[in-house]
């Protein structure tokens, strides 16, 4: 059962007003995953969403890439994990209007072994930002290049996964890997959790091994593969040195371009308007 489904605690808003938490994951590095999460994240506050990134990357790079510099981040999902701090107090505003960011700290590299004596160690995210989200419609939680602890966590949280893919000789078998971590949080650990969808990155219509990818991931998912695909742009990759989302750094190319077109995708795909309620 989704977020929007569930039943409405006392004195919460509607069931329509929550937001949705979808986990942007997948343990190769290099994917887009952090490109992603903070590009979509901007696309949907373009249009009328609320957003909220949570930077759960010990990199921190999501913090980065929407300019929060590392001596704004006071609170950050280490604490808001610990239980050291509310999200609401935690969620910085980034100057794009209505997104908002939870950075990251390099103290999560550690959260491996700190976390392990903790009693449910895995719902530790889950308990600090499922009642709490109300102030959003969209939260995306940008995990850590690996199937770690934190990832876990994002995905017990979580109430959909997208996994970014690059359009690459091996991409199908790390997806494997992916959707069986993800069998299992869903037996164990988190009932609710469902297959947002795959989003092909790096996509290069001038190669035919691109052409391949897509034709194989379309075959084994069907219609749990978006229809948008990301171009490889060199604005996209040009934007995090600025500490700007390619939307802003260039919102007429190819890249911006897409990751709005992907926006308007998920937000048909969930029936949402696009604008706040």
């Given at each position: 059962?989704?977020?929007?489904?569930?039943?409405?605690?006392?004195?919460?808003?509607?069931?329509?007003?929550?937001?949705?938490?979808?986990?942007?994951?997948?343990?190769?590095?290099?994917?887009?995953?952090?490109?992603?999460?903070?590009?979509?994240?901007?696309?949907?506050?373009?249009?009328?969403?609320?957003?909220?990134?949570?930077?759960?990357?010990?990199?921190?790079?999501?913090?980065?890439?929407?300019?929060?510099?590392?001596?704004?981040?006071?609170?950050?999902?280490?604490?808001?994990?610990?239980?050291?701090?509310?999200?609401?107090?935690?969620?910085?505003?980034?100057?794009?209007p209505g997104l908002s960011i939870v950075p990251a700290?390099q103290d999560l590299s550690g959260a491996e072994i700190?976390?392990?004596?903790?009693?449910?160690?895995?719902?530790?995210?889950?308990?600090?930002?499922?009642?709490?989200?109300?102030?959003?419609?969209?939260?995306?939680?940008?995990?850590?290049?690996?199937?770690?602890?934190?990832?876990?966590?994002?995905?017990?949280?979580?109430?959909?996964?997208?996994?970014?893919?690059?359009?690459?000789?091996?991409?199908?078998?790390?997806?494997?890997?992916?959707?069986?971590?993800?069998?299992?949080?869903?037996?164990?650990?988190?009932?609710?959790?469902?297959?947002?969808?795959?989003?092909?990155?790096?996509?290069?219509?001038?190669?035919?091994?691109?052409?391949?990818?897509?034709?194989?991931?379309?075959?084994?998912?069907?219609?749990?593969v978006f229809d948008t695909m990301i171009p490889r742009?060199?604005?996209?990759?040009?934007?995090?040195?600025?500490?700007?989302?390619?939307?802003?750094?260039?919102?007429?190319?190819?890249?911006?371009?897409?990751?709005?077109?992907?926006?308007?995708?998920?937000?048909?795909?969930?029936?949402?308007?696009?604008?706040?309620?």
């Open positions: 059962m989704s977020l929007t489904s569930a039943e409405a605690q006392p004195g919460a808003r509607p069931a329509a007003h929550r937001a949705r938490i979808v986990a942007v994951a997948n343990q190769k590095g290099g994917v887009g995953k952090t490109t992603t999460a903070i590009n979509l994240a901007t696309a949907l506050a373009a249009m009328g969403r609320r957003a909220l990134v949570i930077d759960l990357d010990p990199q921190g790079n999501a913090s980065t890439g929407l300019g929060i510099e590392h001596d704004q981040r006071r609170l950050t999902s280490y604490e808001l994990i610990l239980g050291e701090a509310e999200l609401a107090d935690a969620a910085l505003p980034t100057e794009i700290s700190e976390f392990t004596g903790r009693e449910r160690r895995e719902f530790l995210l889950s308990r600090a930002v499922r009642s709490r989200v109300r102030d959003w419609d969209e939260v995306l939680i940008d995990c850590p290049p690996s199937l770690n602890l934190l990832t876990i966590n994002a995905l017990v949280a979580a109430d959909a996964v997208l996994v970014p893919m690059q359009c690459e000789f091996y991409a199908l078998e790390g997806l494997s890997q992916l959707m069986r971590t993800i069998e299992r949080v869903q037996r164990a650990l988190n009932p609710r959790l469902e297959l947002q969808g795959v989003l092909l990155t790096m996509y290069d219509g001038r190669n035919n091994l691109s052409d391949s990818v897509a034709r194989d991931v379309r075959g084994h998912l069907g219609a749990k742009n060199v604005r996209v990759s040009e934007a995090p040195s600025h500490g700007k989302p390619v939307l802003i750094y260039d919102h007429r190319c190819a890249g911006a371009q897409a990751y709005i077109q992907l926006a308007a995708e998920i937000l048909r795909r969930n029936g949402s308007g696009a604008s706040p309620q």
